[in-house]
């Protein structure tokens, strides 16, 4: 895989602005679900004939199908509406310390099934990959008969080197120099790709989410293990020149604060943690609705306390990422978006207050929209990378 094909992967925009027609009507299709002609000779500024030659090509190759609309009857013949064939799907893969998770991702972004297989321990990459393989082993027969898959996507919480889907170092999972593209694809078959897990969350958000069509983004996602994030700048995700950036939870936001496992102290990782809350709470784990609903219902000043500190810690990371890249959006997935619903004046009082007052007067803060979905679909996404890129090649090659 050359890095000039694995920077399509996160250039969502400008791949729209320099792809070709078909690929133009095809990654319209997939990120609105559903587009009238009108829409997309609209969208895509080509006149309607050329759209009209456009769809017929895709729907020859099986990746839309037209459809009357649906709702009330209308007078005359309708137009009939353009949706992506969900029956072009994508696998998606996410690797946790408590478990593996498998999906299966239409085209058009909405999951088809997901499976999350539990491990006794944080798995291994070899047993991640085993597990993967199994299940989707055990959906050989459905995926063969009812499906076309384009390849697997992998969303990985560590470091990765995207053109060659090595992960470099995933701390919590204790992952180091593991080819796990090359692994995954010996064990099942298919195309894989592996990506940063916050990475494609952010392009996720941007795609489908609560970011929809917002070109200057910072996603941020607290899980039991720590914080990822993401962002987008000018429509691109910023990947560095690896694919390592966005590594938000590990900027200072304590100068006396503890020792972190990246080798620094005072992290943001170190001082917003979800575990203080979970304690505070007297709870032992907690999906992030469970502890949004615990965090309103309660009103013990410990638990006060403890939201309140971190918020302030949460604050001063937020400060930096506005005054350097001024995003229109913070969006906050996991238990963020719950410590947010706690406190979310505060939060955003604090941000504005410590920002540069334009760029703090401009943000916004948000809860992520996908919820449990969002690693499949950002997972997804990268395996549907190519096919939305060049879908007349993709489709001749495949
Ligand atoms: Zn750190």
Redesign the pocket.
Known sequence: MSSTESSHVFEPGAELARSSSPARILTLVHRHGSLSRAQLTKLTGLNRSTVGVLIAALVAHGLVFEAAPAGEAQVGRPSPEVHPNPAVAALAVNPEVDAVTIGLVGLGGRVLRKVRYPTQRIPTAAEAVNIAAAVIAGMRGELDAQYRVVGIGVAVPGLVTVADGVVRHAPHLDWNNEPVAQMMAEATGYRVRVANDASLAAEAEMTFGAATGIANLIYLNGGASGIGGGIVADGRLLTGVCGYAGEI??TLVRSDGTS?????FG?L??EVRQAPLLAALKLDAGDPAALARALSATNDPAVTSEVHRQVAYLATALRNVVNVFNPEAVVLDGFLAALYAAAPEQLLAAVTAQSMREPGAQVTIHPAALGADLMMVGAAELAFAQLLTDPAGFMEAH
């Open positions: 939870g590990h972190c496992h990246c080798g620094a992290c990782e170190t």
